[in-house]
Each structure stands twice: as C-alpha cells, then as structure tokens.
T-cell receptor, first 116, second 113 residues
Framework: GAVVSQHPSWVICKSGTSVKIECRSL??????MFWYRQFPKQSLMLMATSNEGSKATYEQGVEKDKFLINHASLTLSTLTVTSAHPEDSSFYIC????????????FGPGTRLTVT | GQQVMQIPQYQHVQEGEDFTTYCNSSTTLSNIQWYKQRPGGHPVFLIQLVKSGEVKKQKRLTFQFGEAKKNSSLHITATQTTDVGTYFCAGLILTGGGNKLTFGTGTQLKVEL
C-alpha cells in the first residue's frame, strides 16, 4: 500500500517551454502533497506544500509563478515548470501524506527534467 | 532557518567494515526519518524514530535518536556491496504552517570488495 507514482519519469524540453509533472497517490487519499527538488549529489530541498483544494505554500526562494502547483483532487497534484531554463534541470520528487497520518510521507519515483 | 547536517559527506569502506553516519539538527525534531537513495533512484523510507533516546534495529542497521531529539545516527554493521547509496536523515519539524520534513545533507556510502 501507499504507492505514489510520477509521470513522466524523465523529460527533455527546450528552453522557454513549459513542462507538467504529475504526482498521483495510487491507493490512498492524500490531503497533502509535497514537491522537492534535488540537484546532482545534493539533498532534497522542499519547494512547496500542496493541500487539496487550496493554494500551495511555497518555500522561501521558490518562485510561485514559475513553479505552478495544482492539487485539484485527493489523489493528484501537478507541478508545472513554466518557461523552463537550463538551470531548472533537476530531479523533481513528490511525496504524499496520508490523511490522518501526519508523520508519514510516501515518495514518488521522481522526474528527471533536462532543459536544453 | 532550520538546518539538518550530516557527517561524513562521503565514506568509502571495505566490505565487512562498519559504517556510521551522524545527523544533527539546529532545531528540536518531532521525529527523525531515515532514507536510502541508490544512484539514479529516489529516496526509500527506512525507518522512523519518535521517542527521545529511541533505538531501533533492522538486521545490520541500527538507528538511534538522541535524548534531546536533535541528533540521530545510523550504524551499519559488516557492510555489503548492496549497502551502497546515499543515506539521508530527515527531521520532522512542527511549524505554524504544519509539519515540515527537512532533509539532511546526506552521506554517500561506497563499499569496495
């Protein structure tokens, strides 16, 4: 149980284009989902917290207009990287928290974004 | 802001040797979680420690949570090549905006035959 999927698993896009990444909780409802970014050989950095039906809360230094987050249902959150640039190339990982289990997060397999 | 540091950053060991990574937080943690990330993979949850001074074991892995709930350690006995990867601690910090998981800087383990 508690499986989280991400799509796509990897994507290459041209500079200036937008990319949408999906995060789904497959067998549970997730009232809260988190988006992390991991640069090579670095740790995971929390970008934003996404609550179903409300606006996402962004961490300091993360541009909300560049990284659009939508959490329209209890099983799906999307991250759209708008006007992507090479410096946005990274590993994007989402996690989902079970409703009623505030201390547990389940991570998706990640999406590797390369912007050329 | 809250910081979670890990030492060492890298560790090379011979197969069969022991390995320990230490995790220190600038803030008291609600709980501490440990993850393993293989090269090219995503973090995989290993364990969660909640109580002050708690010790948990998983086969050759021993996890400890400090009395002050600001530090933790992971010890691997008799490492194997399958232990290769980066080990992250992640501290759960209660904030006004909800619970936030802050990842440590990670320790990359390489095991040589």
């Amino acid at each position: 149980g508690a499986v989280v999927s991400q799509h796509p698993s990897w994507v290459i896009c041209k500079s200036g284009t937008s990319v949408k990444i999906e995060c789904r909780s497959l067998d549970f409802q997730a009232t809260t989902m988190f988006w992390y970014r991991q640069f090579p050989k670095q740790s995971l950095m929390l970008m934003a917290t996404s609550n179903e039906g409300s606006k996402a809360t962004y961490e300091q230094g993360v541009e909300k207009d560049k990284f659009l987050i939508n959490h329209a249902s209890l099983t799906l959150s999307t991250l759209t990287v708008t006007s992507a640039h090479p410096e946005d190339s990274s590993f994007y990982i989402c996690s989902a928290r079970l409703a009623g289990a505030p201390h547990e997060q389940y991570f998706g397999p990640g999406t590797r974004l390369t912007v050329t | 802001g809250q910081q979670v540091m890990q030492i060492p950053q890298y560790q090379h060991v011979q197969e069969g040797e022991d390995f320990t990574t230490y995790c220190n937080s600038s803030t008291t943690l609600s709980n501490i979680q440990w993850y393993k990330q293989r090269p090219g993979g995503h973090p995989v949850f290993l364990i969660q420690l909640v109580k002050s001074g708690e010790v948990k074991k998983q086969k050759r892995l021993t996890f400890q949570f400090g009395e002050a709930k600001k530090n933790s350690s992971l010890h691997i006995t008799a490492t194997q090549t399958t232990d290769v990867g980066t080990y992250f601690c992640a501290g759960l910090i209660l904030t006004g905006g909800g619970n936030k998981l802050t990842f440590g800087t990670g320790t990359q383990l390489k095991v040589e035959l």
